[in-house]
């Protein structure tokens, strides 16, 4: 059995997140998935595309309702795991590190 690494709890919740890659060599994408839960330094949501990698940098807005909205925060984060999942869409872990 794996050990619990978090230092915060997770709560469920679904709420829209706009993520991009960070670094200016990555293949860009842009995507809007919904959070299966967070914490106050994490979230973690599922996708069908493998875009992610252990260790990658992204830009992530949290919640994310339109892009001019005023009370929407933005983050620098960090790829902390990816699970592949039964159904065929693969968990994504990421570790908010800093806003922007």
Known sequence: MRGENRSNPRTRM???LRV???DGDAEH???FPISANISKRGVYFQMFLQSYQKGMRLFVTYPFTFANDP???EYIAEVV????LPDGKFGVAIQLLTTI
């Open 81 to 84: 795991r990816v699970d592949q």
């Open 14 to 16: 679904s709420r829209k």
């Open 20 to 22: 991009r890659p960070s």
């Open 71 to 73: 009370m929407k925060s």
């Open 29 to 31: 994408f842009e995507e």
